[in-house]
């Protein structure tokens, strides 16, 4: 039987086709005296919800992709992080469904598919109120949140849903969720997806959509694996680009700073200790609680973002970075890639990131919406080399500066270049912090305090329990090195 919906059909074409020309944009911003959202062909209710917001000028990959998702096409589009990717794919979709009618038990009629649970409740924030503004239902389904509730709410009755891949999957299994009238699907950061080893479930939940719906695919880069999910479920796809995956913002600043090994820490906290958002990034969870408890120790308030943390440890933390009660933020490559902060002026990258993909995506974090910011590396001398591929494989130009010594001269070439200061030297607690919760989380048979065990999902990193507290400074993250990290 076929799949009845709302959503109109979109124009026929050759699902092996993808020689239509890439439509490339200059820069993330709107082109002065661009066409408004009304002018796109947008709902006035969905035009009055994004004003009472105060969001009224599109910017570029809006103006370029709106349009033809509106007019059913599929679309492939880059676009880096922080170019307002959400309401290019967001905005058309729940236009689409406008005159939906009411929602069937167990059949959502749009999916958007993201890689981690963070992007899904910032993905989730962004549409939750346009969507209200149609009469629109809307549902999270992601892992570390409750079962039941997601469970529930598809029994309900949703238009749309936002997921990450491993958690739909099992509703899927589990028969809470039938995929077949899906008649519009969003990939967003595909690039992501596949290098945390999702394509089994992306490649299961697309075949179980309506094979003539409409797909629209957001990545940075278009590797092999996405390619690979292009030619097989997209039908002649409309491509837009705007700014190239290895093309580096104007805005952005990029710094290498090489340091003696006795003073990358020290070199850390002082510019830890600047005024303003800073964002620093780590290899493995151990690293990223070692190096926020080391920060606290001098009087920095910073704490840490790892899949080791419970769901509702990463939200409280994630909340007050965004809030500025935590001015300090320690991340692994996998959580931060739900962190959506306009105001992050300083990507300070302790650990050197480990390729240009992984570089490509911390400087994503800064120089946001239009926004300047900085990207720092900290190098030691034997790094060299590999930082020097790292900024050449990301296709920025990279300033180079030498610290010989943990010293007064040095000291103030490190203050002038990031705002650094001396900390105060006094230790700060970690904070503890009350959010609204989105439901308890499945915990399962409680186990013994001090019980070791699995801490993650498959919608985040994997490894052991994360550590509490500050660490012996003999520990190394070496031995780490092969934690793997999805």
Same mark, same amino acid.
């Given at each position: 039987?076929?799949?009845?919906?709302?959503?109109?059909a979109?124009?026929?074409?050759?699902?092996?086709?993808?020689?239509?020309?890439?439509v490339?944009?200059?820069?993330?911003?709107?082109?002065?005296?661009?066409?408004?959202?009304?002018?796109?062909?947008l709902?006035?209710?969905?035009?009055?919800a994004?004003?009472?917001?105060?969001?009224?000028?599109?910017?570029?990959?809006?103006?370029?992709?709106?349009?033809?998702?509106?007019?059913?096409?599929?679309?492939?589009a880059?676009?880096?992080?922080?170019?307002?990717?959400?309401?290019?794919?967001?905005?058309?979709?729940?236009?689409?469904?406008?005159?939906?009618?009411?929602?069937?038990?167990?059949?959502?009629?749009?999916?958007?598919?993201?890689?981690?649970?963070e992007?899904?409740?910032?993905?989730?924030?962004?549409?939750?109120?346009?969507?209200?503004?149609?009469?629109?239902?809307?549902k999270?389904?992601?892992?570390?949140?409750?079962?039941?509730?997601?469970?529930?709410?598809?029994?309900?009755?949703?238009?749309?849903?936002?997921?990450?891949?491993?958690?739909?999957?099992?509703?899927?299994?589990?028969?809470?969720?039938?995929?077949?009238?899906?008649?519009?699907?969003?990939?967003?950061?595909?690039?992501?997806?596949?290098?945390m080893?999702?394509?089994?479930?992306?490649?299961?939940?697309?075949?179980?959509?309506?094979?003539?719906?409409?797909?629209?695919?957001?990545?940075?880069?278009?590797?092999?694996?996405?390619?690979?999910?292009?030619?097989?479920?997209?039908?002649?796809?409309?491509?837009?680009?705007?700014?190239?995956?290895?093309?580096s913002?104007?805005?952005?600043e990029?710094?290498?700073?090489q340091v003696?090994p006795?003073?990358?820490?020290?070199?850390?906290?002082?510019?830890?200790?600047?005024?303003?958002?800073t964002?620093?990034?780590?290899?493995t969870?151990?690293?990223?609680?070692?190096?926020?408890?080391?920060?606290?120790?001098?009087?920095?308030?910073?704490?840490?973002?790892?899949?080791?943390?419970?769901?509702?440890?990463?939200?409280?933390?994630?909340?007050?970075f965004?809030?500025?009660?935590?001015?300090?933020?320690?991340?692994?490559?996998?959580?931060?890639?739900?962190i959506?902060?306009?105001?992050v002026?300083?990507?300070?990258?302790?650990?050197?990131?480990?390729?240009?993909?992984?570089y490509?995506?911390?400087?994503?974090r800064?120089?946001r919406?239009?926004?300047s910011?900085?990207?720092?590396?900290?190098?030691?001398p034997?790094?060299?080399?590999?930082?020097? %591929?790292?900024t050449? =494989?990301? !296709? @920025? *130009?990279?300033?180079?500066?030498?610290?010989? /010594?943990?010293?007064? +001269?040095g &000291?103030r070439?490190?203050?002038?270049?990031?705002?650094? %200061?001396?900390?105060? =030297?006094? !230790? @700060? *607690?970690?904070?503890?912090?009350?959010?609204? /919760?989105?439901?308890? +989380?499945? &915990?399962?048979?409680?186990?013994?305090?001090?019980?070791?065990?699995?801490?993650?999902?498959?919608?985040?990193?994997?490894?052991?329990?994360?550590?509490?507290?500050?660490?012996?400074?003999?520990?190394?993250?070496?031995?780490?090195?092969?934690?793997?990290?999805?």
């Amino acid at each position: 039987m076929t799949a009845r919906s709302s959503l109109p059909a979109r124009p026929d074409g050759d699902a092996n086709q993808t020689t239509t020309p890439i439509v490339a944009a200059a820069n993330t911003e709107a082109p002065e005296g661009g066409p408004s959202f009304a002018e796109l062909g947008l709902p006035k209710p969905l035009t009055a919800a994004l004003a009472r917001t105060g969001i009224t000028t599109p910017f570029a990959i809006q103006i370029e992709t709106i349009p033809d998702a509106l007019a059913g096409r599929d679309v492939l589009a880059r676009a880096r992080t922080g170019s307002g990717k959400t309401l290019a794919f967001g905005l058309p979709m729940l236009a689409r469904l406008a005159d939906a009618g009411p929602a069937r038990s167990r059949r959502p009629l749009a999916l958007v598919l993201v890689p981690t649970r963070e992007l899904a409740m910032q993905v989730h924030d962004a549409l939750e109120p346009l969507a209200h503004s149609l009469q629109l239902k809307l549902k999270l389904v992601a892992g570390g949140l409750s079962m039941s509730h997601q469970i529930s709410a598809l029994q309900g009755g949703v238009h749309l849903v936002v997921a990450t891949p491993g958690r739909l999957a099992d509703l899927v299994r589990r028969g809470n969720c039938e995929l077949g009238h899906i008649q519009a699907t969003v990939l967003d950061e595909a690039d992501h997806m596949a290098d945390m080893g999702f394509l089994p479930e992306v490649t299961a939940i697309l075949e179980g959509t309506a094979p003539r719906g409409q797909r629209l695919l957001f990545s940075a880069t278009l590797d092999s694996d996405v390619d690979a999910l292009v030619r097989r479920f997209m039908h002649d796809p409309v491509r837009h680009s705007v700014v190239a995956s290895k093309e580096s913002v104007a805005t952005m600043e990029h710094l290498v700073l090489q340091v003696p090994p006795n003073a990358k820490y020290q070199t850390a906290a002082r510019i830890a200790a600047r005024e303003g958002r800073t964002l620093v990034f780590v290899r493995t969870k151990l690293a990223a609680d070692r190096v926020a408890a080391q920060l606290r120790e001098v009087g920095v308030l910073a704490c840490a973002l790892h899949g080791g943390k419970s769901q509702h440890e990463r939200n409280s933390v994630l909340a007050g970075f965004k809030d500025g009660t935590v001015p300090v933020l320690v991340a692994t490559d996998v959580a931060a890639r739900g962190i959506h902060v306009d105001d992050v002026n300083l990507v300070l990258q302790v650990d050197p990131a480990g390729d240009s993909k992984d570089y490509l995506h911390r400087a994503g974090r800064t120089a946001r919406a239009g926004g300047s910011g900085t990207v720092l590396t900290l190098a030691l001398p034997h790094q060299r080399r590999e930082v020097e %591929r790292l900024t050449t =494989g990301a !296709g @920025v *130009s990279a300033a180079w500066h030498q610290m010989h /010594r943990d010293d007064e +001269p040095g &000291r103030r070439m490190v203050d002038e270049l990031t705002g650094g %200061r001396e900390p105060s =030297g006094i !230790g @700060v *607690s970690e904070p503890r912090f009350r959010t609204e /919760r989105r439901g308890a +989380p499945n &915990r399962g048979p409680r186990r013994p305090a001090g019980s070791g065990g699995y801490r993650g999902t498959r919608d985040g990193e994997h490894g052991r329990p994360a550590a509490r507290g500050p660490q012996r400074r003999g520990s190394s993250d070496r031995a780490r090195q092969g934690e793997r990290q999805h």
